[in-house]
């Protein structure tokens, strides 16, 4: 391993730990298995979450093993990470189904044939209760609440289910059954992190360093990039979205949104010239903020294709004039019921929403029209419907038929 390969490989990382290890791992002559764990609890993946999957593909290229782990079993028990109460729980069916739409979005960034894929329901489900009762005697609640978000919340009288005392352990049981040499996070998964070398420890495996990388905050610039909050990019979003969205992005955002969306997988020293110019007013916001985006649509979908969006969105925005070619689509049959069009269904059929309630909050909002008209309640007659354009945001534009 030579001066490069580490500098590249720590590039953008928030906190490497123990900082020592990780180069002495480099140093083994071994490929390293490099561990990533993917809950299934959402069905897009966004700039967010891609931020430590191109991290896992820079590992992948410098020839290490990149091992996701499918979290079909964590996904159900739910990642208290960062939360302020306890998460709703998913079923079974409702995992798969996010897990088969999210697989085909990751090889956006990962390479498919480079890729150990294991779901954690492998070793999880056949623990059984002494196996659990095992687990949880390595671990005191004094040591869990340590832990930022718990001690938040025990100190506000929030309740703390016993069940999320589970998770940081089951994820550590992940690195135990993957024989992981480096875990990769955001720096909200520190904590389970150091978890699971304290529990590949005990099972007698050498630990893992903890790699964890910074969070993107979401297109509304408080908080961080979430599909619950609606403030996200999806790298599978059409690239007249993925334009639109980026360029709402606020200023103080710009540079940061370009070190961890396209620079530290390229040149990281474009985000430092970028951010020193904008401060000293050498560099226009608006003309930095349209580069990056167009930047990061073509990181997702080929050369060519940020000019096309700009372009697009100059059309609609500025020119005020409807795009020349408008997709036709029918209404999808599941979307009509006693005679009437269900909105959130016909929006989230057509892939105008990524489901019934982002659906019906875009009705909510106003963010529906039909022929320029805001659209609203749930549901619509199908003659109104079939003939007419109906935009969805200011980017998206179907016509019905």
Known sequence: MGPDDLSTLLAGAAEVVPAEEFERKLGLGRPLRVKLGLDPTAPVVTLGWAVVLRKLRQFQDAGHVAVLIVGDFTARVGDPSGKSE????????EVLGYRDRLLEQ???????????????SEWLEPLGMEGILKLTASYTVARMLERDDFAKRFQQGQPISI????????????????????????IDQKFNLLVGRDIQRDEGQEPQVALTMPLLVGTDGVNKMSQSLGNYVAIADPPDEMFGKLVRVPDDLISEYRRLTLDFFGDPTEADR??????????????????????????????GAGEVAEARFDQIHRDHELPDEIEELPIPEDAVRDGAVYLPRLLAGLGLASSNSEARRLLEQGGVRLDG?????????????????????????????
């Open 163 to 186: 069940m999320e005392f589970l998770y940081p352990l089951l994820q550590g049981m992940d690195s135990v059954a993957v024989k992981a040499d480096i875990e990769l996070g955001g």
């Open 373 to 401: 008209e805001p659209l609203g309640g749930e549901d619509a007659r199908p003659e109104v419907l079939r003939g007419h354009v109906l935009q969805v945001g200011r980017r998206r534009f179907v016509r019905l038929r």
């Open 86 to 93: 306890t998460r709703p729980r998913l079923s079974k069916e």
């Open 274 to 303: 970028v951010s020193a110019g904008l401060a000293d007013g050498s560099l226009e916001p608006w003309v930095e903020k349209r580069r990056m985006a167009r930047q990061v649509v073509e990181l997702y979908h080929g050369p």
């Open 106 to 120: 990751f090889w956006l960034v990962l390479d498919r044939d480079r890729t150990e894929i294991r779901h954690n």
